[in-house]
């Protein structure tokens, strides 16, 4: 067998990567429900979003029939500075954990932007530049979409403004150096520079922002300065498709070797990585081709597939957005402090909560303190210093396989390790110091939270 032996990483030829996108929507036989504007309730049209979005990013999102959509080649040459990203064979883990799984994930954490955001930045900004457009407003909460999208602007020459939640600015002053570093403004939100940044200001002094409240004010900035559209890095269909090149990578680099995953474990905080991991796989599920298990993982802080409601609600805190049918906490829910940033958004992808609505995914919360085992035990056996966010999907990754111990079952795991944790120190400290606690919100809570949804006729 040793000729067979599947590498320590399987890499693809340059060849071998994805030529186009991989759009599940055209295989789902019930599509996600539609984006409505929130002034009519009506479905949003392409002129009502041009306003805000950029042409060709309004037909992606829009687009529920094409299955294959093809890469622009600047596209592709960009992927190639940093992609294929390596699918790893995690045979430390597997022996060290002593179970017959055979576990492989798929690491997006080998760019300077630290995960898998900088795919769909690249190409967001390449349709605003093709557009020709002077640039593009967006928020930032952790800072890794901020991040990748300085360095997609800056790599195009286009402008970026980027709103980065307040106690993250003063929290992770390295990540703004980065984004400055590639061109990019950051101001601190809620700010002085929106009308919906004042308000908020007005009516609450101190407070160190939401990521709810950056939208609000990234949007604002969009369509009052001449030349800039607004863009987001997760929850929409758009993203999910340019994200699908990590599970068609994922995919081409296991069929390689005759690998066929059984269980396929992603975290999902807007579902833009997990619903990009799955999506290939998920296709062949819904043509009938073959089964697969798909977990999706979410804090316990911000639970929003396993305790949220399937309904349309507003995808910022200031409602300028359209609304969105996914699952949610509502739009008003704060999460209490999670150190995976990421993860805190109050909806999911209209797309995945379609797909776990209809039984064909799974969800699983887990408690950040048992996260932070995981992303230690997967550091020192893997090497690998994992982002708190990816670190939910190792959690999971390793209960699968510690189950397959317990009923000697060979199953073969894939999960989505979607960054690196480098800027993530001062949460690998609390952890270390043993101060990191496991908020979990109660039933009242998400109760009243939910309460405050829009009230469609
Ligand atoms: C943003 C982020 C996530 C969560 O976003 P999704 O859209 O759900 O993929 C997960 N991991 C990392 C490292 C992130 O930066």
């Not at 909806?347 to 992303?375: D, I, N």
Request: glycine fraction near 10%; aromatic fraction near 10%; charged fraction near 20%.
């Amino acid at each position: 067998m040793t000729e067979n032996k599947i590498p320590y990483k399987i890499y693809l030829e340059e060849s071998e990567m994805p030529q186009a996108w991989y759009n599940v929507r055209a295989d789902m036989p019930t599509k996600p429900a539609p984006l409505l504007n929130p002034a009519t309730g009506k479905p949003c049209a392409a002129a009502d979003l041009e306003a805000v979005f950029c042409g060709e990013l309004v037909k992606q999102e829009l687009d529920n029939d094409t299955r294959y959509i093809p890469i622009p080649q600047e596209i592709r040459d960009f992927y190639k500075m940093y992609r294929p990203s390596p699918l790893v064979r995690a045979y430390c883990l597997e022996e060290k954990l002593g179970t017959p799984a055979k576990i492989y994930y798929k690491f997006e954490g080998n760019n300077t932007s630290g995960s898998h955001k900088l795919n769909s930045a690249i190409a967001q900004a390449y349709y605003a530049k093709n557009q020709g457009l002077k640039g593009v407003t967006t928020e930032t909460g952790a800072g890794q979409w901020g991040t990748a999208l300085a360095m997609a602007c800056g790599y195009l020459g286009l402008d970026c403004k980027v709103y980065m939640v307040k106690c993250s600015y003063e929290q992770k002053p390295f990540r703004r150096e980065v984004m400055r570093t590639y061109g990019a403004s950051v101001t601190p939100s809620p700010s002085e520079t929106t009308e919906v940044g004042r308000k908020i200001l007005a009516e609450n002094p101190g407070t160190t922002g939401s990521l709810g409240c950056a939208i609000s004010e990234a949007v604002e900035a969009a369509t009052t300065h001449e030349g800039y559209r607004y863009v987001l890095g997760s929850v929409l269909n758009q993203v999910l498709l340019h994200q699908s090149v990590i599970g068609m990578e994922a995919k081409a680099a296991l069929d390689k070797y005759g690998v066929v995953p059984d269980t396929i474990i992603g975290c999902a905080g807007g579902g833009s990585n997990l619903g990009g991991l799955i999506s290939p796989f998920m296709g062949e599920m819904l043509r009938g081709e073959r089964e697969y298990k798909f977990i999706a993982v979410e804090p316990a802080s911000c639970p929003s597939l396993t305790r949220g409601v399937f309904a349309y609600d507003f995808c910022d805190t200031g409602k300028v957005c359209p609304l969105a049918k996914m699952y949610t906490l509502g739009s008003g829910f704060i999460p209490s402090a999670n150190h995976a940033g990421g993860l805190r958004y109050h909806g999911m992808s209209p797309v995945l909560s379609e797909l776990y609505h209809e039984g064909l995914m799974e969800a699983r919360s887990v408690e950040q303190t048992k996260v932070f085992e995981a992303a230690e035990y997967f550091a020192r056996v893997e090497g690998i210093l994992p982002a708190p966010e990816s670190s939910h999907a190792i959690r999971v990754a390793i209960d699968e396989a510690l189950r397959c111990r317990e009923t000697g079952e060979e199953k073969t795991i894939l999960f989505g390790l979607t960054g690196t944790g480098y800027f993530d120190l001062y949460a690998y400290q609390k952890f270390n110091d043993g101060q990191m606690d496991d908020y979990v919100p109660t039933d009242e809570e998400i109760a009243a939270s939910v309460a405050t949804l829009p009230k469609l006729g």
